[in-house]
Nanobody, 122 residues
Framework: QVQLVESGGGLVQAGESLRLSCEASGNIFRIRTMGWYRQVPGRQRDLVASMPFASSGDSNYADSVQGRFIISGDNAKNTVYLQMNSLKPEDTGVYYC??????????????WGQGTQVTVSS
């Protein structure tokens, strides 16, 4: 019923920038939060950044990306963005979009995108 589709990953050199996008679509009633997680092989999926959607509140960032990454959203498009600046090799991983979303028949639950690979070379 709800799909999250990411785009914008790729291969860049250290110090460069990338912008990820994630659009939520389907039978959406309300979006509570959206965010981005990163996963590397053998590790759990870790929060990179999250933000409230269509309501006031602070965004939340992992310490490792604070000051370099910026999360933003477009409520009209049900889309969240992650602007990644001053990229480092340790930012490499698969980035997953997540959304806490309610439909007309389903209370809030977490949905995930398929993931997009970000590779930062040194």
């Amino acid at each position: 019923q709800v799909q999250l589709v990411e785009s914008g990953g790729g291969l860049v050199q250290a110090g460069e920038s990338l912008r990820l996008s994630c659009e939520a679509s389907g039978n959406i009633f309300r979006i509570r939060t959206m965010g981005w997680y990163r996963q590397v092989p053998g590790r759990q999926r870790d929060l990179v950044a999250s933000m409230p959607f269509a309501s006031s509140g602070d965004s939340n960032y992992a310490d490792s990306v604070q000051g370099r990454f910026i999360i933003s959203g477009d409520n009209a498009k049900n889309t969240v963005y992650l602007q990644m600046n001053s990229l480092k090799p340790e930012d490499t991983g698969v980035y997953y979009c997540s959304g806490v979303i309610a439909t007309p028949t389903q209370w809030f639950r977490t949905y995930w995108g398929q993931g997009t690979q970000v590779t930062v070379s040194s």
